[in-house]
Nanobody, 116 residues
Framework: QVQLVESGGGLVQPGGSLRLSCVAS????????MRWYRRTPGEERDLVAT????????DYADSVKGRFTISRDNAKNTVYLQMNSLKPEDTAVYYC?????????WGQGTQVTVSS
């Protein structure tokens, strides 16, 4: 059974930082492209960041470029999202996604709230 379990969300003041983690089990983690998405109430889930299976390539939404960093540790089956200079508009539920060819899996999400 495949599981993706996110953690690290919470309440943070504007300008602060958080580090999200997503631990995968039940799949060959090192061959999956990993992504972070986020969703605000009433909106579609938006792609935030992507990292290839080896970690050799990353990509970011324009809204987070220069502030967020995606990384992975294949030995720990974990993908991270380091979020700096957080803004109120970053408030959302953040989801971890694993995708390869016809296989796709989602985590349950972790809430990030940026507010003073």
């Amino acid at each position: 059974q495949v599981q993706l379990v996110e953690s690290g969300g919470g309440l943070v003041q504007p300008g602060g930082s958080l580090r999200l983690s997503c631990v995968a089990s039940g799949l060959s983690f090192s061959i999956y492209t990993m992504r972070w998405y986020r969703r605000t109430p009433g909106e579609e889930r938006d792609l935030v960041a992507t990292i290839t299976s080896t970690g050799g390539s990353t990509d970011y939404a324009d809204s987070v470029k220069g502030r967020f960093t995606i990384s992975r540790d294949n030995a720990k089956n974990t993908v991270y999202l380091q979020m700096n200079s957080l803004k109120p508009e970053d408030t959302a539920v953040y989801y971890c996604n694993a995708r390869r060819v016809r296989s796709e899996y989602w985590g349950q999400g972790t809430q990030v709230t940026v507010s003073s």
